[in-house]
């Protein structure tokens, strides 16, 4: 178990829907990542969150958003959905936020979004 | 850009041993990491190295790094069925953030 809780655990719906996947980072941990896994692109960054601010942006399209909470939780939206959205969504929370840190980022187990 | 290779597939039996290869393009990758995804499961943090270490040993993992060549491996000594999995090289890429560029993973397959 890392520490990093995300829900839910499975989803399915449909598309032009918009769904909200929910991230607890582990304790003590101010940074928090999405990362989206699917067959063809692999594990792509989304976007990373430092103690509510917005501190990197990866692959994340515009239907997408995310925000970091007061109490360090994170939600990721996921807008307007289409079949390609279908994927596994990854959080990871890490203590600090920058690379030269020595910082280990731990990875959720996932929220799988299947889009029909 | 950055860009992380790995081998797709790799089948060994039971107690020999694993090596996991792993390229990477940027030179200012500072730590490098290897996670373990089971089926269905999350990513399973194994070990990291930091850029400056060529080496790194714990207990069946060695983690080697050729920093000239930006060749990264992992060998798993004793490789057990329970081993069965992909596994993923990455590297922190030093934009000011920690963020992570991940290869496509390489399937480990055990066979007893």
């Known amino acids: 178990d890392s520490g990093v809780t995300q829900t839910p655990k499975h989803l399915i719906t449909a598309t032009g829907q918009r769904v909200t996947l929910r991230c607890s980072p582990r304790s003590g941990d101010l940074s928090v990542y999405w990362y989206q896994q699917s067959l063809d692109q692999g594990l792509q960054f989304l976007i990373q969150?430092?103690?509510?601010?917005?501190?990197a942006k990866g692959n994340i399209l515009e239907r997408f958003s995310a925000q970091q909470f007061p109490d360090l939780h994170s939600e990721l939206n996921l807008s307007s959905l289409e079949l390609g959205d279908s994927a596994l969504y990854f959080c990871?929370?890490?203590?600090?936020?920058?690379?030269?840190?020595?910082?280990?980022?731990?990875f959720g187990e996932g929220s799988w979004l299947t889009v029909v | 850009g950055e860009d992380v290779e790995q081998s797709l597939f790799l089948s060994v039996r039971e107690g020999d041993s694993s090596v996991i290869n792993c390229t990477y393009t940027?030179?200012?990758?500072?730590?490098l990491y290897w996670y373990k995804q089971e089926p269905g499961a999350g990513l399973q943090l194994l070990t990291y190295i930091f850029s400056n270490m060529d080496m790194k040993q714990d207990q069946r993992l060695t983690v080697l790094l050729n920093k000239k060549d930006k060749h990264l491996s992992l060998r798993i000594a004793d490789t057990q069925t329970g081993d069965s999995a992909i596994y993923f090289c990455a590297e922190s890429t030093y934009s000011g953030y920690s963020t992570l560029t991940f290869g496509k993973g390489t399937m480990l397959l055990v066979s007893p």
């Open positions: 940027d030179s200012s990758s500072t730590y």
């Open positions: 969150y430092y103690n509510g601010e917005e501190r």
């Open positions: 990871a929370s890490s203590v600090g936020g920058r690379g030269r840190s020595g910082n280990t980022i731990y």
